[in-house]
């Protein structure tokens, strides 16, 4: 039985987008718990957003997405 692989090749770009949209959308929900998280007192300085460690799960999954897009050519089976 032979698979045909013209019908697979969109899956590769989906599953990356997938990755980028749902790290995006992920990095945001954290980033606010983050914000909200982070004293009065204390300056809300960017840098502290982005650099805080709850964030590498989401910068891990939105640059596998990236990597896979760009193996896969970067179309949608064009």
């Not at 891990?60 to 897009?69: H, R, Y």
Request: cysteine-free.
């Amino acid at each position: 039985m032979k698979i045909n692989i013209i019908h697979m090749e969109p899956i590769i770009p989906v599953v990356a987008m997938a990755l980028v949209v749902g790290g995006l959308i992920g990095q945001g929900f954290d980033m606010r718990k983050i914000r909200n998280s982070i004293k009065t007192g204390e300056e809300l300085n960017p840098k502290n957003v982005f650099a805080d460690k709850r964030n590498i799960k989401w910068y891990v999954m939105i640059g596998a997405g990236l990597v896979l897009w760009y193996v896969a050519g970067g179309n949608f089976g064009q």
